[in-house]
């Protein structure tokens, strides 16, 4: 199951007795978890129905479970990091194992028993083989970018904001798919709008942070257009915030490798819908990937990126030191486009 089904067995109480919630989307694992202790718990007496553990024995999460509701229907049972579902342990407790999974076959009816775990379980272990076996898992994946713009719209419309979807899609590009950033960066919008309804892409571009891979498009569409000391501008505010250099020539990579294959799906008038699910990145993207693309040749941007592709297979190898290697690669593809 993933979290939109999740959310959807909440809202309509067609919640089982187990789960476990696994995956590195953190904020979203944390906003289910509390709509579920929300919808169970009665209100003014959350804190008497609900338990919460770290990495307990057998014994102890068993008696949490079995412990009676307080003027309430249901208690939650929330067990985080339980050695029988993370890596790195040297060997797995057999005894607990066999004394857990027994169990998991009586929980109490009024009991919701959750496990969750940072990032994703270990799927060797007996524990996940038998909750996956129960359909009990809970994916928490990063959402995709439809996803993100979907969960963006409705989180806008309940801070009493309206943003229609291709502005999303702006902001999903410019933050990123993490679900806290992008609540951090909503919340600044709303702030910032005030009284005014409609959230606009010009508020985006006023106030919010942008992510990696948003500063190297706009580094790579300023040297396209001759904005050199722009470029290594952009460039110097990456490194001086601690993005990593590795990581830099790694989206400029992508950025090329983009570049080079719009240009070939412009010329085979492949559809720009077509084109943003091919190229996996937004539609209005699509558009600014095309302007970029079309004052090269094919030529000149395959040969752009093969020379970023060499570069990172030096430094990789070896040959080529990290240190200065994305100034290098900008002063390496300007000589290549001023060549054209």
Known sequence: ??????????????????????????????QALAR??????????????????????????????????????????????????????????????????????????STCLVFTVKGKADGRKKLYAYLKKINAIVDFSPMSDLESQDWVCRSMKALGKKMDRDTA??????????????RQEMDKLANYAGDREEITSRDIEAICTKSLECTVFQMVDAQAEGRREEAFRLLSDMEHSGEDRMGILAMLLRQYRILYHARRLG??????????????????????????????????????????????????????????????????????????
């Open 36 to 109: 579920l202790c929300a919808k169970l718990l009665p209100q003014g007496l959350e804190q008497m129905n609900l338990a919460e553990l770290d990495n307990p024995d057998a014994d102890a999460l068993i008696a949490a479970a079995e412990t009676l509701p307080f003027m309430g229907e249901k208690r939650v049972v929330v067990v985080r990091e339980c050695d029988l579902l993370t890596a790195g342990r040297k060997q797995e407790n057999e005894g607990k194992a066999e004394v857990l999974l027994h169990y998991l076959g009586h929980v109490s009816p």
């Open 169 to 182: 899609a702006l902001l999903v590009f410019t933050v990123g798919r993490d679900a806290a950033l992008l």
């Open 1 to 30: 199951m993933n979290h939109t089904g999740f959310f959807t067995a909440i809202k309509e109480r067609t919640l089982s007795g187990v789960y476990l919630l696994e995956g590195s989307e953190e904020y979203i694992k944390q």
């Open 267 to 340: 010329e085979e008038r492949v559809s720009q819908q077509n084109q943003a699910a091919l190229l996996g990145v937004p539609p209005f993207a699509v558009t600014r990937a095309q302007l970029q693309a079309r004052r090269y040749s094919q030529e000149t941007l395959g040969a752009a990126y093969d020379a970023l592709l060499q570069m990172e297979y030096n430094i990789k190898s070896g040959r080529l030191p990290q240190e200065g290697c994305a100034q290098t690669a900008l002063l390496t593809l300007e000589g290549i486009l001023k060549a054209t």
